[in-house]
């Protein structure tokens, strides 16, 4: 039976004078016998006869806390400026919003405050920003109906044919504010994005109706900030129709359309009906024409936002490691930042877009969307047919 707690502390606090004093080999054996008989650990027992009867905790060997209540207090106002994304993504823009919410006066802080968060990991964001997020759980649902009579008149293109697409080559969708019921007339978001660049703009429409489509992608494609050169669309009636193929001729743009049920042959905007759509007007059902001005009024504020400062990351290449799959992304950049790099795009067009991104204040931008976003909600409460959706502002 080993030695009761009271009886070690009186034989540690004995020894302990002594050990000082002892040569190397003494001390050598004194531990073997302390080890044998009281059953401490070697070192445990080195330790408490250099520093006396009472055991004294070892000192945490990490750097400590390296930034502060202040850096802390900073980085959740970009986080919130930046709605709330993973520090992946903002972890190469950081700096860049720094000086821009300090340009703008949204941000006030010391130099050093400024610099640890230009200087901050992705992980190190995360960890930090952890007691601020809230998962908000998403349904998903398809109310996609084929266009037959025109699809043999609208060639396909492949997931695997995107890989050399450049600046100007678009991907359209729709999405369909329903609020989990089909029945009635109710509101669609159409959403075009840039493959090359990732440039995307979003625009509501009263119905699936071809010429309500139509007139948004035309809207859309005037705002764009250069020419389109190809359009590629799913399979649905609200593409695959008269006025499109029409529309696409005589604007000499390329029309292509995905496979039936090949989702990912049109994965780019599938993405950013998630991303874009979604995640800033949820799952309630919104109808008629003033619910459909209101969310336009909205997207005309998001559009901005989203692709001056919005960052997002590009799978650049997949590697088969036996049954995995390991994708490699590029450095987070904004829309904006992708079309200044972008080669095909003409300089005065850059130029136009510099100036207008020098007049732009991201902090304002995100509570305009935030006002028209409660607005929207408000107007939508008593019809919001699924339950759990909640912004969190």
Known sequence: MGIAIKE?????????????????????????????????????????LRGGHRARRRARTGQGQRYGAAVHRALVVVWRIYDGICGKRMAPQMSEMVRTLMRCGELTCAPLVAMQLSHMSAA?????????????????????????????????????QWREAGAGEVAVDCVGHDGGSTRGEYNQTVTVTD?????????????????????????????????????????????????LLRYTRATGIGFTRSRANKKNDNAYVEQKNNSVARRYVGYSRYTGDADCALLNQLYEVLNVYVNFFLPSMKCIAKTRVGGKVRRRYDKACTPYQRVLASAPVAEDIKQQLRARYATLNPAALMRNIIRLQHRLFKRTEKNNVLAGYQYAA
């Open 124 to 160: 190190t964001i995360d960890r930090l920003l952890k007691p601020e997020r809230k998962a908000m759980a998403q349904l998903c649902r398809s109310r996609t109906r084929p266009g037959l009579l025109l699809k043999h008149q609208v060639p396909t293109r492949t997931y695997d």
């Open 195 to 243: 493959v090359a660049t990732t440039w995307t703009m979003i625009r509501a429409v009263r119905n699936k109706a071809q010429v309500w489509v139509k007139a948004a992608l035309g809207r859309m494609r005037s705002q764009f900030p250069f020419p389109w050169r190809s359009m590629h669309s799913d399979s649905g009636a609200e593409f695959i129709n008269a006025h």
């Open 8 to 48: 070690r502390r009186v034989i540690v606090k004995e020894l302990h004078g002594k050990y000082a004093r002892m040569t190397k080999t003494q001390k050598r054996n004194l531990l073997d016998q302390i080890v044998a008989v009281q059953g401490y650990n070697r070192n445990y027992a080195a330790r408490l």
